[in-house]
């Protein structure tokens, strides 16, 4: 979907976010005329400090434009992912960013789950007492069989282990383009 170019500015764009906030200076990037920055998808940026990660925020449904998504998420995933501190000026130079687009949502029946592909999907959990996300990366870093993902997102939506087989709550799975710097 983007080109390598287009990866390249997206990740200059988390970078100046995060250090105009830093810095407490005016964000000094222009949204290109490129097409692609102006259309709507969910996203999330992720830090990593020494291959740990720092700091990990996004959006599931396509809110507001690439651009916009990926400037504001940067600057969340620094100073809001209530998981960490915000992040110090001493840390920048330590840190990776990694930029996960995401696809639309595809809502899955339980007869479906057997069709989830680890390293293509992520999975999103909505329930009625919470919801969460797991990115399709973090199964394969953790080395995750398809049931210990599902276990896994129904924990991080603070749901039972196997909430994914209860009837109020709906599994969808989501690609992603992932690139970081």
């Avoid at 100046?16 to 200076?25: D, F, K, Q, V």
């Avoid at 999330?44 to 720092?54: I, S």
């Avoid at 916009?68 to 960490?84: G, K, L, N, S, V």
């Avoid at 639309?104 to 390293?119: A, H, R, T, V």
Wanted: proline share 4%; with cysteine; aromatic share 10%.
């Amino acid at each position: 979907m983007l080109t390598e170019d287009q990866k390249l500015f997206l990740l200059q764009v988390a970078r100046e976010s995060i250090l105009s906030c830093l810095e407490n200076r005016k964000f000094a990037l222009d949204r290109p005329t490129d097409r692609i920055f102006s259309e709507k998808r969910g996203a999330f940026v992720t830090l990593h400090k020494k291959g740990a990660l720092r700091g990990c925020i996004g959006y599931i449904k396509p809110y507001k434009t690439i651009f916009e998504t990926i400037r504001e998420m940067a600057r969340a995933a620094a100073f809001d992912d209530p998981r960490f501190p915000s992040l110090k000026q001493e840390e920048v130079n330590d840190i990776v960013i990694e930029i996960s687009i995401l696809s639309d949502l595809i809502p899955l029946s339980n007869e479906q789950l057997s069709d989830i592909k680890i390293g293509r999907d992520g999975l999103y959990i909505e329930g009625l007492y919470g919801s969460g996300l797991l990115l399709p990366q973090v199964a394969v870093e953790l080395h995750w069989d398809r049931e210990t993902f599902l276990r896994e997102t129904c924990r991080k939506a603070g749901l039972t282990a196997n909430c994914y087989l209860q009837p109020e709550n709906q599994v969808y799975r989501f690609s992603a383009e992932i690139f970081s710097e």
